[in-house]
């Protein structure tokens, strides 16, 4: 090997010495290239992978066994050239995504009202409703990206709550559809819902609008649940069903990720949660629990501040959920990918777009007028409005030396931008945090988790049962078209029914 | 030494075929994109983190 191809150790490895069933292994994981793998001591210490930037010697290299090994290691990023720049490499990454993107990802809010009133709640919900200047201006501009060859289109369905308005939902992706078939692109959807309004009319509907994924909130046992998310007009209970709901759901095979907002008063109830998700043999089915971090963020929720767990806190409370998790059967992991994307809040063409033609660039903000980007029906931008785009835009990690120095960045990226701009409002209070897997707790039980899937075959059989689905997906599709589309005249009849009782009352 | 997760930003891609949309795919809590297809972009993020959007609907498994 040349000088000038020797290698060096990656800074981003991260060793867990396994201590049960293979004493003299480690499993070794790259946060830059989210790369795991098994391997024996002997090679972890005589490779120096705990010394970032250490050049490999090319005595070692012609030693008997270590060709491959190294070659192997050189795939996982483990090791690297000695020129290789690995954090200029996640810049190149980083503005890649950020500013050339071609796909077309929005969020839209059809309504800022909600028929809950959750105690956390980080949104105001004034009366608002999408007017149809807005639809059509909205459904103005993507038609022109799309024109100028953007190659792909996601919506994410917000609010408030979007099943209030049913029909705004159905209109709009009715012509995306359209969209998506005369530019030949991709269009798919998901929708965050508190799930109350779901039926299985609905259900039919919405999948037959692409929406393939719900984001759906249970807060624990029923006692607990119903205690944080009530009914607006009458403080009703609303646990059985949602619960009900989300067995519909994925029954009609929509994913639902089930989050669990977490705080110091109900993180205690979360195994009653789980038995009952148990009982309803969700662990078998299409659905994801995962743990929310309650963050008192905005005056709308500021009051909550004294129940939110410590970031080091939530990250050992969530190190126990997802190995109850595991246990439990569910599949879902939050196993870290790369990250270099950033959050679209910091994305060029990213926005959520409220009822009245309002951009912004982050959820937590969508109800606070001050910070908005932009108007869809504006001729000419606002001064005020390109200031608080730029902070969102010109937001760079790579400034942050904590962050430059640390060795889960790859995955990470600053953790939330929001606590890094400046919010003109003086609504926002995001306090500057990492990611949980800066806590070793968390990244190592995670390790451990993965580690135990690998040894379990699971993910053997993950690939058996993909090449099923994706068989039964071909299928399905060629009998969905020959189903009509009449689902939707009685959905739309029915949410109007319920959503006006509840909103009414 | 054994695979237990490929790498899902194969750095030996890098350059091979021009940077980020080749070299890349995804794997999230949300879901991932599969088979050959790769990430392409971000969608909006909430403070669950980042969540991923497929080149292609087909390649994208919740």
């Known amino acids: ?505 | 030494m054994n695979w237990i997760k490929y790498p899902l930003l194969p750095i030996a891609l890098f350059g091979t075929f021009g940077g980020l949309v080749l070299a890349a795919s995804c794997e999230t809590e949300h879901g991932r994109c599969v088979d050959n297809f790769v990430c392409v972009d971000t969608k909006f993020t909430n403070c669950s983190g980042e969540k991923f959007v497929c080149s292609d609907v087909k390649g994208c498994e919740y």
């Open chain 1, 1 to 505: 090997m040349s000088e000038r191809n020797r290698l060096k150790v990656s800074k981003y490895n991260h060793i867990l010495k396994l201590n049960c069933t293979r004493i003299n292994s480690s499993i070794v994981f790259n946060a830059l290239t989210c790369a795991l793998i098994e391997l024996n001591d002997i090679y972890v210490s005589s490779l120096h992978l705990t010394k970032p930037g250490n050049k490999l010697s090319k005595k070692i290299l012609n030693e008997k066994g270590y060709k491959d090994i190294v070659e192997q290691l050189t795939y996982g990023g483990f090791l690297l050239n000695q020129n290789f720049d690995e954090l200029s490499f996640l810049r190149y990454l980083s503005n890649s995504s950020r500013y050339s993107s071609k796909a077309i990802s929005l969020t839209i809010l059809p309504t800022l009202r909600c028929n809950f009133k959750c105690i956390y709640c980080y949104e105001d919900h004034p009366n608002q409703t999408m007017t149809p200047d807005v639809e059509e201006k909205l459904v103005e501009i993507i038609q022109k990206r799309l024109e100028s060859g953007s190659s792909s289109l996601f919506i994410e369905w917000y609010g408030g709550e979007p099943l209030l308005c049913l029909d705004i939902v159905e209109r709009l992706s009715k012509r995306f559809i359209a969209f998506s078939k005369k530019y030949n692109i991709p269009f798919s959807a998901g929708m965050v819902t508190n799930g109350y309004l779901l039926n299985r009319k609905v259900i039919n509907l919405l999948k037959e609008l692409n929406i393939k994924r719900f984001q759906i909130t249970l807060d624990g046992p029923p006692n607990v649940h119903n205690e944080r998310r009530k009914l607006y007009s009458n403080g009703r209970k609303t646990f059985d069903k949602i619960l009900e709901n989300i067995s519909l759901a994925s029954e009609e095979s929509i994913a639902v990720v089930l989050r669990i907002n977490a705080d110091k008063t109900n993180f205690n109830t979360l195994d009653e949660l789980l038995n009952i998700l148990n009982d309803y043999k969700f662990n078998e089915k299409n659905v994801s629990p995962y743990l929310g971090f309650v963050k008192a963020t905005t005056t709308a929720c500021r009051d909550r501040i004294e129940y939110c767990f410590s970031e080091e806190e939530f990250a050992m409370n969530n190190a126990d959920f997802i190995r109850k998790l595991f246990d439990y059967g569910f599949k879902n992991y939050s196993f870290p990918s790369p990250s270099y994307h950033l959050c679209g809040a910091v994305t060029d063409g990213v926005y959520a777009i409220s009822p009245n033609g309002d951009l912004f660039k982050c959820w937590e903000t969508v109800s606070i007028p001050e910070e908005r980007v932009g108007n869809i029906l504006d001729n000419k931008p606002r001064s005020e409005d390109q200031i608080n785009l730029l902070k969102w835009m010109t937001y760079d990690p790579f400034k942050i030396n904590k962050c430059k120095k640390c060795n889960i960045f790859p995955i990470c990226f600053g953790g939330c931008p929001s606590a890094s701009v400046k919010h003109i409002s003086g609504k926002i209070f995001r306090d500057v945090s990492c990611n949980t897997y800066k806590h070793n707790i968390y990244l190592n039980k995670m390790m451990e988790i993965v580690y135990s899937k690998y040894l379990r075959g699971d993910f053997k059989k993950e690939e058996e049962a993909k090449k099923e689905r994706l068989s039964k997906d071909i299928l399905n599709k060629e009998e969905s078209k020959d189903k009509s589309t009449a689902n939707s005249d009685n959905a739309q009849e029915d949410i109007k029914d319920k959503s006006s009782q509840d909103l009414e009352n």
